[in-house]
């Protein structure tokens, strides 16, 4: 019996896991459902953006834009993207191998800026250079959470703390896989194809507009590049939560097989006993009979 309550006590435990585990997929499967639908939505807008760049970029006046004026590279700024929590499979390492693989590569000096709770937590145990971290974001962000992120940024390169700035994150390739990648914010690359517009007349002036449309092209930038890596993360804590929903299925299975091996196990031992008492009762009446 008491194999038996063992067996019971792992069961209950199992099912207790299986309710956390299930309840984690279905919070996960909402999130990934609402931040998958505003990347999606951002995606247009913002290669209308890029578009009204690249016909004003010719303008004379998009050359005194610090944000697309080219410069010597001494300094390289990686901003790292990992989650706020873990249990999402490779998603935090898999970055986080990736960023150090980043800076290995490197040949200037290069330092990491970290967004996202996990991160900061395993990244002080690492050797990554860490410039500092940026405020959390959470699940949903909004965009003046995330403009707050891209101002900072933009402050970073005007300052000259850095030369070049470049996203890690997660590319959110679908469902069932992301893949770490990197995405170079500035400077902007000339956008090709701005020769053609040199006939375009800018109103009021070219300096305006182009100074506009290069703020709302990093800001949408780093708002497509949190949302694709919140939207990986929600996918890869899903997929987690999915198999190991399936696993604590697998296990109680198993468990409920060897409960029932062990009932019958009991069982048969207490008839043994109940026989082999009988018998021994019956013996002791026929000796004194005897």
């Given amino acids: 019996m008491a194999n038996v309550r063992a067996i019971r006590t ?45 016909r004003v970029s010719a303008d004379p006046s998009a050359r005194d834009n610090p944000f697309l004026r080219q410069r010597d590279v001494k300094k390289v700024l990686y901003v790292l993207f990992v989650g706020n929590r873990g249990l999402c499979g490779v998603y935090n390492t898999a970055l986080l191998k990736y960023a150090e693989s980043c800076l290995e590569r490197e040949g200037r000096d290069a330092s990491v800026l970290v967004c996202g709770r996990w991160g900061r937590d395993l990244i002080a145990a690492s050797a990554l250079p860490v410039a500092g971290t940026l405020p959390e974001l959470p699940d949903a962000p909004t965009m003046e959470e995330v403009k707050a992120i891209s101002d900072d940024l933009k402050d970073r390169y005007l300052s000259g703390e850095a030369d070049e700035i470049v996203l890690l994150y ?65 996918s890869a804590r899903m997929t987690a939560m999915t198999a190991a929903s399936d696993n604590t ?16 196990s009991a069982i048969t031992t207490e008839i043994s006993e109940i026989v082999g008492g009988a018998n021994a009762l ?6 004194k009979r005897g």
Avoid: F, W
Avoid at 249 to 264: F, I, S
Avoid at 282 to 287: D, N, V
């Fill in 170 to 234: 997660e590319h959110y390739a679908s469902a069932l896989r992301q893949e770490p990648c990197a995405k170079k914010l500035l400077p902007i690359e000339p956008p090709k194809g701005g020769a053609a517009e040199k006939s375009v007349i800018l109103e009021p002036d070219g300096k305006s507009l182009v100074d506009s449309l290069v703020g709302l092209y990093i800001d949408n930038t780093v708002r497509a590049v949190v949302l694709e890596a919140k939207t990986g993360e929600h």
């Fill in 10 to 54: 792992h069961i209950r435990s199992v099912e207790s896991t299986r309710k956390i585990t299930k309840s984690m997929k279905m919070v996960a499967a909402a999130k990934l459902k609402r931040t998958q639908q505003s990347m999606i939505s951002l995606q247009p807008y913002a290669a209308a953006a890029y578009e009204m760049l690249s």
């Fill in 282 to 287: 019956q013996s002791g009446k026929e000796g």
């Fill in 249 to 264: 299925e697998q296990l109680l299975a198993k468990l409920n097989l060897e409960l029932n091996h062990a009932r019958q």
